[in-house]
């Protein structure tokens, strides 16, 4: 059974750093694109970045980029979401997705979701 | 960014009416657009991809029409299980983005 579990949330202040882990199971990893969503509290859902099957090209919204960095391992079947300088407004739980088989395909497989507060 | 609006934001429906929901884009987005469907404390569940195409294990209920920049979700016969906020998801351009999302209630 194809499966996505994300770990790392946490608390942490302003300014600080965090690493989210996304790992894979069930299926063959190193062939889909990975995204990372999150929602915050009574919020709706925005998607955040994109990762290619092979880590050949990366997306971010404009609010992330120059501070969250998207990667992969894919013999370990990880995907990770490296966020520095975390702000208030990064308070969300983050889910890592899987996009379907055709590009630009819908994501027919998220996580359990992890929660990231940011708070002094 | 493209912008996608949902309508209504939230319905009460009686079990077993029909329910629809659109989805406008601000642009032409094909049918690059997505449904899912989350209820309290779970993660979203892909019904609907690319405007029509039933996602497998959805139930028949389900279903999507449009293309270009209008969508529309149908639940077909509503039942208790269905109560639910239901977004709408366009993959055509970067970045990608959600509608605001439709809370359905069961009356």
């Known amino acids: 059974q194809a499966q996505l579990v994300e770990s790392g949330g946490a608390v942490v202040q302003p300014g600080r750093s965090l690493r989210l882990s996304c790992a894979a199971s069930?299926?063959?990893?190193?062939?889909?694109?990975t995204h990372w969503v999150r929602q915050a509290p009574g919020k709706g859902l925005e998607w955040v970045a994109l990762i290619l099957h092979d880590g050949s090209n990366r997306y971010y919204v404009d609010s992330v980029k120059g501070r969250f960095t998207i990667s992969r391992d894919n013999p370990n079947k990880t995907s990770y979401l490296q966020m520095n300088s975390l702000r208030a407004e990064d308070t969300a739980v983050y889910y890592c997705?899987?996009?379907?088989?055709?590009?630009?395909?819908?994501?027919?497989?998220w996580g359990p979701g992890t929660m990231v507060i940011v708070s002094s | 960014e493209v912008v996608l609006t949902q309508s209504p934001d939230f319905q009460s429906v009686t079990p077993k009416e029909k329910v629809t929901i659109t989805c406008r884009a601000s642009q032409n987005i094909v049918s690059n657009l997505h449904w899912y469907q989350q209820k309290p404390d779970q993660s979203p569940k892909l019904l609907i991809r690319?405007?029509?195409q039933s996602f497998s294990g959805a139930p028949s209920r389900f279903s999507g029409s449009g293309s270009g920049t209008d969508f529309t979700l149908t639940i077909d016969g509503l039942e208790a299980e269905d109560a639910a906020t239901y977004y709408c998801h366009q993959s055509s351009y970067f970045p990608q983005t959600f509608g605001q999302g439709t809370k359905v209630e069961i009356k």
């Open positions: 690319f405007a029509s």
């Open positions: 997705v899987r996009e379907g088989t055709v590009a630009g395909d819908a994501f027919d497989i």
């Open positions: 069930g299926f063959t990893f190193s062939s889909y694109a």
